[in-house]
């Protein structure tokens, strides 16, 4: 059973644009939710994260929306740039379990 | 500081061979963590460890694979006798006592020829 859900697969958007990307889980005990950004031959690098207690977060140009009664969060790239191509994972974890439950990816390309 | 780190970053074996990869996590971090990572895929979680405590081996694929940490710290990941299916990008991360945050080395990439 895949606890994370993550949409869609690709995104392409013009630069300025901003791209948003989806992830679904399951397991209500899940109490952080990280997205991470990952660079061709480069691990994954953590971006934003959140608790379920706030419905919204902002670090600089990037966003996470919280929905706990839908059991969805999302990524929101504003002002995206070519610099921001890259894949991106949504991956939630509770405190009683001892992994990270991460989404399939999202490749973003932001087009100049 | 310095991040995670692992050694070898690339890898390139004949199947059967047994292979060591080499992480060594953030220093004072406690937690640490392998996952795998398939050409174009999500990360597939391997196994935990927690300063002490039995590690959580449950993603592991088989018995082929084990790893160990020595110290609380350097961690090896060994696969024996290995398939092309064992071919990806092997990731380590490391997590500070009682943070979620994870820091990932930037991997080793094994090739089973």
């Known amino acids: 059973q895949q606890q994370v859900k993550q949409s869609p697969q690709s995104l392409i958007v013009q630069k300025g644009g901003i791209p948003i990307i989806n992830c679904a889980y399951e397991?209500?005990?899940?109490?952080?939710f990280p997205w991470y950004q990952q660079f061709p031959g480069k691990g994954p690098a953590l971006l934003i994260a959140?608790?379920?207690?706030?419905s919204e977060k902002k670090e600089g140009r990037f966003t996470i929306s919280f929905n706990k009664s839908a059991k969805q969060f999302s990524l929101h790239i504003m002002d995206s740039q070519p610099g921001d191509s890259a894949t991106y994972f949504c991956?939630?974890?509770?405190?009683?379990?001892?992994?990270?439950?991460f989404g399939s990816g999202t490749k973003l390309n932001v087009k100049p | 500081g310095a991040g995670v780190s692992q050694s070898p970053s690339n890898k390139v074996t004949e199947k059967g061979k047994d292979v060591e990869l080499r992480c060594d996590p953030i220093?004072?971090?406690?937690?640490l963590y392998w996952y795998r990572q398939s050409l174009g895929q999500g990360l597939e979680f391997l196994i935990y460890?927690?300063?002490?405590?039995?590690?959580?081996k449950s993603g592991l694929p088989s018995d082929r694979f084990s790893a160990e940490r020595t110290g609380g710290s350097v961690s090896t990941l060994t696969i024996q006798r290995t398939q092309q299916e064992d071919s990806a990008v092997y990731l380590c991360?490391?997590?500070?006592?009682?943070?979620?945050?994870?820091?990932f080395g930037p991997g080793t990439r094994l090739t089973v020829t």
């Open positions: 460890f927690q300063g002490n405590s039995a590690p959580d």
């Open positions: 959140i608790r379920p207690d706030v």
């Open positions: 991360a490391s997590s500070g006592q009682g943070s979620y945050e994870q820091y």
């Open positions: 991956a939630a974890r509770g405190y009683n379990f001892n992994k990270f439950y």
């Open positions: 220093s004072g971090h406690t937690a």
């Open positions: 397991n209500t005990a899940f109490d952080y």
